[in-house]
Each structure stands twice: as structure tokens, then as C-alpha cells.
């Protein structure tokens, strides 16, 4: 690992923009930056949420993803339809390990792919027909159903289908939530608009179904929003959020339900885990039901209880009392833990580049552990994510926005990070490069690492990763030296 | 003119935000901020201006209202 000054990260984000032609060099230069804590406003060193330069690879999805896979997706006890072709559905059904309590098929069905599976006729001829009957279908086959999403892909949008007459007929008849959402993959730059798109149809369409209604609420009503449930993070939140006196009323959309988002209007407070992607119905939210909500990151013992303790800001000296509590309990459990990881992980360097609210937020648990993150980037962020980023990272480190494969590669390679935490699409080019890499959006098939249970696991994975002695097998016998070669033979 | 939305932040300032183009950003300073008349001119901390009717009352926030923009830095 080498540090890097400034002058010299500069230089670095230059050479690697120099194979660029001059017109794409232009516009990836104001995507890359060097971190400078003093800078209030994160636009006047990064441009963010412009469309990807054609012909570079880039790592975003669509709008689509962005609805179907991260917002509707995990909501349990509703049939989400990819409405379109049958291909874009592959990637979007419960890859992410959203997990969930259910009886798959019965009444839950996040792993199920259901699509209309568009054909040249439909595409002719359009498919509200089918659509209809499809609706009518799955009520057949899955009665248990709590509603249905209407997620359509690109050529719904192009063909000009009246998808909402159909959702709306067929809920009357269903006298069931029947959602269209109106989130083609075209619209906007990546999967950032899918997740504005998807809240606004939870506005629209879900949300307000119980106002009115009775509801025997306590002070201590919250919800957990926007946790994705991956690998179960929402639950080993939510526990703690008890333990201290909350009643958490609602979580979605991880093992999320029908029923809880329509009570979500009825809390007090909505903590709000990923902004990216659900800010825009916690707004909402605020101004109709008068309901704040606050950005909270449970990533590792100090940030826990920062957030803990701002939660219990908005609450009487109960929660407060309580707040201190569960942060007392846990806190010779995240110190064994410490001790037992910081020792072999303590001053390791890390470069991330992930999605919606992990670039800045799993700093403060890597920094728990003694570790340093030293380049950090978002897929599909905006500027108010920058804003927010800059004062986490150190001064001089590196911010990339929606990286390309190439300038990513090249960083690494320069940058020589001990540890890289990206997605699927990056984690085989950079163990074949030898460094080690754990997968970051859905935790590398291991998880929880929200909360005090998460953090555990979080740092038993990272020193896993990084002191397996795989990585001391990369030069084969024959190119070591000869003493090693004697070593070999005295084995044999 | 388009639907904007303007907020406390925890810190006590306003932030403004612009859904249409998803554009967060601070409130650097409001035209009116008197008891009977509200709005005006926002100046936004990106450099960017735009321009609410001004109300007869502070209002309960958080608001949604019509803006139309002045000046903006892109
Ligand atoms: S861009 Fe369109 S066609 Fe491609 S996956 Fe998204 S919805 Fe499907």
C-alpha cells in the first residue's frame, strides 16, 4: 500500500483519464476528485447523476432495477410483475437476499419471477389484454396475494399501453391494491429515478389506503424505512430499536408487507436507512402527515450510537434512558470484538465503490476496526450524497462517480488498496489480481452487518477476506525461489 | 414554474428541493421572512435563484410550492 498526497492523486486521476479522447476526458475529468474536507459543496468538485459516456463500462442499471429489484421487489406479500419481455425480470427477482418470514408461493413470493412475457404480437398489437388476464391468473394460482405491481420495462412505455386503466379495473374487481408503475428503463440516467418513480407510486397508491382508519398507536411508534433486509440487516436493527422502548410499526421494503406500508402514516418518527432511494416518500410523508423522519447509519459501534442517540433526540428521557442502555449492554460485545479484530486488520487500506448510502456510511465501521477507506464512489448518486461524503473521507483520498470499469481497475492498481468492496461485476478481475475483495451490496452471500449482531460479522468477513493465506499462494512453486524449491522437496 | 418543495433541516436552516430534477440544496436567503409576508426570492447555496409567491404568513413547513426559476447556475 502506498499513501498518496494530493498533488500525487491528482496527477494519478490524470494519467488515467489520458487514453480518453479529449471529448470524454472532458466530462469523466469532473466525475473524479480528490478529496478536500473543507469543500461545503460537493459540486464544486464533483459532478454526479449525469448520463454514463457511451462506450465506456459503466455499472449502473435502470430505472427499472431501481423499482422492481430495490423498491418493490422485496415487499413480500404482493406479486411484483415484470411487465415487458422476459429478459430484464432474470436479474431482478430476490438476487439481492432480501430475506423474508413466508411461505414462498403461498404467501410471500419475492423469489418468484413473474413476467408477461412479451411476444411480437404483444408488442403489435399491445398487451393490456394480456396483462388482464394475467392479473386474473395469479389471483387463480396465488390467492393468498396481498396485491400486485405493475413494473414495466422499456417497451411498455414505448408502445404506449394503458397499463394503469388495466391496474385500476382489476382492482376494483380484485378489491385488492393493483400498482402500475411507470418506471421503463429509459427514464433518467440510472436506477436513481427507478427509486423516485416507485415512491411516488407508493404515494399514490398504497400509503394513504388507511387513512382515517383506527389505529392504537403508542409515543413510540417508528418505522424502519428503507432497509433492504439483505442477508437480514433490518432485523438486527430493529431489534436494538426495541430493546430501547421504540415499537417499530412498520419496516419495508425488506420482508416488508401491504399492511405496513399503509400504517407507515401513522408513526411518529420514520428512520429512514437508505436516502437515496426512499427520502422522496419519507418527504411525503412530512409534509402530509407532519411525520420527520432522520437519515440513521448502523454501521459499527460508533456510528450505532451516534444514530441511537439522535433517534432518541426526538422522544422523552424514557427512550433516552433506554438509548443508553442498549448502548452499555453492547458495549463489552463490541469491544471483544474490537480487540480480537482491530490487532490483525488495524491500518489496512480499503477503496469501495458501491451504491446508494454504503459509500459513506460503512466508513465509520472500517474505521471501528482500525482500517482506512482511501477511495470511495457511487454508481447512481447526487450531489446531496457527495455533500454528505466529503466530511467522512479523509483529506486527499479519492471520490469517484460512476466509475468505469477501466478507471477503476487503474486506481486499484495504483492505489494498491489492501481490501476492495464493490459489486459482482468487479469482485473476479480483482481477485484474479490477487487483491482481496468482499462484495458489498449483498454482503458477499454473508450478512447482517447493520447493527451490534451485524458489526460482528462484518469484521470476522473482512479479516476473513483479507488474512486468508490464499493470498500468499499466488506465485506457483516453480517461480519461487530455489530455496522455497527445497522446501517443496524436503516435503515431498 | 415548477413544484418545489422547501424543508427545516435539522440543523435550522431551509433546504429547497426540486423533484422534477431530483436538486437538493440549501436556502442561503430568503427574500421575505417577516410575519405577514413570506417567499420571494431563493437564493440557493449552489448559486442558483428561484422565485415563490410571497405568502401572507410563514408557512407550517414542510411546503410544497410553484416556483419558477431565476437564474441557475447550469
Ligand atoms: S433498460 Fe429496459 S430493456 Fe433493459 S433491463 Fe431495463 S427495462 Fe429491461
Redesign the pocket.
Known sequence: MTTLTREETESLIQEVLEVYPEKARKDRAKHLAVNDQSIEQSKKCITSNRKSQPGVMTIRG?A??GSRGVVWGPVKDMIHISHGPVG?GQYSRGGRRNYYVGATGVNTFSEINFTSDFQEKDIVFGGDKKLAKLIQEIEQLFPLNKGISVQS??PIGLIGDDIEAVSKKAGKELNKIVVPVRC???RGVSQSLGHHIANDAIRDWVLSNRDGQEFESTPYDVTIIGDYNIGGDAWASRIFLEEMGLRVIAQWSGDGTVAEMENTPKAKLNLLHCYRSMNYISRHMEEKYGIPWMEYNFFGPTKIEESLRRIAAFFDDSIKEGAERVIARYKPMMEAVIAKYKPRLQGKKVMLYVGGLRPRHVIGAYEDLGMEVVGTGYEFAHNDDYDRTIKEMGNATLLYDDVTGFELEEFVKRVKPDLVGSGIKEKYIFQKMGIPFRQMHSWDYSGPYHGYDGFAIFARDMDMTLNNPCWGQQTPPWKKGAAAGDEVKAAA | MANIMIRKTAEGGLSFYLPKRDLEDGIVSIEFDQADKWGGELRLANGGTYYVDPLDAPPKLPISLRAKRVDAPE
Open positions: 435502470c427499472y432495477a430484464c420495462e422499456c421503463e428503463g429509459f
